[in-house]
């Protein structure tokens, strides 16, 4: 009883070597390289999103960089501009820049901070 089972199976083997060699199952592998290429196709969509993603996500924050650079740019030369000319920290033009660009920046941290809360 032993021989016979394992010549059986040994010949069911030879059997599905031969026609998978022969082409019969074809349409089985045809099957298999389809739910692999669907799933490759939809992966390779999901790595090109994320990486759109992380180019916005630079952009945004040099476009930032550069919007703080050009708002607060004047206010920090009139600062520099009084404290090098001669006039005092505490006259009332250094004083109001002062606050305006203390101000923005702390508005400016706010939405970045709200942004960077919202994307996780």
Same mark, same amino acid.
Not at 21 to 43: E, H, I, K, N, W
Not at 85 to 107: K, N
């Given at each position: 009883?032993?021989?016979? *089972?394992?010549?059986?199976?040994?010949?069911?083997?030879?059997?599905?070597?031969?026609?998978? +060699? /022969?082409?019969?199952?074809?349409? @089985?592998? @045809? &099957?298999? /390289?389809?739910?692999?290429?669907?799933?490759? $196709?939809?992966?390779?969509g999901v790595m090109e999103d994320q990486k759109a993603g992380?180019?916005?996500?630079? /952009?945004?924050? $040099?476009?930032?960089? $550069?919007?703080?650079?050009?708002?607060?740019?004047?206010?920090?030369? @009139?600062?520099?501009?009084?404290? $090098?000319?001669?006039?005092?920290?505490?006259?009332?033009?250094?004083?109001?820049?002062?606050?305006?660009?203390?101000?923005? +920046?702390?508005?400016? &941290? &706010?939405?970045?901070? *709200?942004?960077?809360?919202? @994307? /996780?």
């Open positions: 009883m032993g021989l016979t *089972g394992s010549r059986g199976s040994e010949t069911d083997s030879q059997r599905d070597l031969l026609s998978a +060699l /022969s082409g019969a199952q074809a349409s @089985r592998d @045809r &099957a298999v /390289s389809y739910r692999t290429r669907r799933v490759v $196709l939809t992966s390779h992380r180019k916005r996500g630079r /952009s945004l924050a $040099l476009a930032s960089i $550069l919007l703080a650079v050009l708002a607060l740019g004047p206010f920090v030369w @009139r600062v520099a501009d009084d404290v $090098l000319g001669g006039e005092h920290w505490e006259d009332v033009g250094t004083q109001v820049s002062m606050w305006i660009g203390i101000f923005f +920046l702390a508005v400016l &941290a &706010a939405i970045v901070a *709200g942004w960077m809360k919202n @994307r /996780s």
